[in-house]
């Protein structure tokens, strides 16, 4: 099988990317940089999001999309501005779009499964969180339409994960009083790691997912649900 990995080069694409290989399968990777993943034996599109993404147009046939460009912008509401908003949707939000309206002939050929991203801070509302919620509020909405849309072809699911350790939540881990704040906070006491994540995301994009759609999975240390 074939599968776009966008942002495959961090975080939880990389691990996405990694347990893609090791199930042998073959793995697009694009993002921005590639340093830590060119080891790997996988085809690397330079691409940003932000900007061009017809790079993604020269696939025939893929059977799988996982979108992984995200941010975290933590601020008061009153702090929040109009770009700050606007940046977020545009990263997390319409550069999947983009990627999906591009990759949609290939997806179809393929009969391919779309992942997006959301977070637990669209379920569970917390403080400070309004820009990256609003965005991937946006996400959850995004992910029920197509899957609607564009069954019984392709199936689009999400994963809203809580703090995972990436390079996208270095600042929130940056000490051991941060580190074990944040595990104190949920459930299980302790913070996600990227393979926990990209594990879903592969489980979802595979044969095996093979009747789910239009769902969006918290895996996020009991956090959405558990008191
Ligand atoms: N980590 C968490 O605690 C957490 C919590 C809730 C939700 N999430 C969501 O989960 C998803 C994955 O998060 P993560 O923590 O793995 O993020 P990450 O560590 O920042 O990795 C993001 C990936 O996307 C790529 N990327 C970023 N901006 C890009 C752009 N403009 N164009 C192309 N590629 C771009 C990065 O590669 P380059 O820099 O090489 O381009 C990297 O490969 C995100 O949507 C995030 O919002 C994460």
């Known amino acids: 099988m074939k599968y776009l990995v966008v942002g495959g080069s961090k975080g939880i694409g990389k691990a996405c990317t990694e347990q893609l290989l090791e199930a042998g399968h073959e793995v697009i990777v694009a993002a921005r940089t590639n340093n830590a993943i060119n080891h790997l034996p996988v085809e ?10 017809s790079a993604l147009e020269d696939f025939d046939e893929l059977n799988g999309l996982i979108y992984c460009p995200g941010s975290i912008n933590l601020r008061p509401f009153n702090r929040l501005t109009e770009d700050d908003f606007k940046n977020d949707f545009n990263l997390n939000v ?12 290939a997806l179809k050929k393929g009969t391919g499964s779309i992942v ?6 669209v379920q569970q509302g ?9 965005s991937k509020g946006a996400i959850e909405g995004l992910t029920r339409a197509l899957a609607s849309e564009l069954a019984p072809n392709v199936r689009v699911n999400a994963i809203a994960p ?7 939540a270095e600042a929130l881990l940056s000490n051991e009083k ?34 789910i759609t239009g769902q969006v999975i918290g895996i996020d240390g009991g956090m959405s649900r558990v008191r």
């Open 44 to 53: 690397f599109v330079d691409l940003d999001v932000l900007a061009d993404v």
């Open 94 to 105: 319409y550069g999947a779009i983009k990627c999906i309206q591009t990759c949609l002939p």
């Open 116 to 121: 997006l991203f959301s977070t637990v801070a």
């Open 126 to 134: 917390m403080a400070f969180h309004a820009s990256v919620a609003a």
């Open 162 to 168: 809580s703090l995972t350790d990436t390079p996208l």
């Open 178 to 211: 941060k580190r074990e704040a944040s595990e104190e906070r949920h459930p299980l006491k302790r913070v996600g790691k990227a393979d926990e994540i990209a594990s879903m995301a592969v489980h979802l994009v595979s044969e095996n997912g093979g009747w």
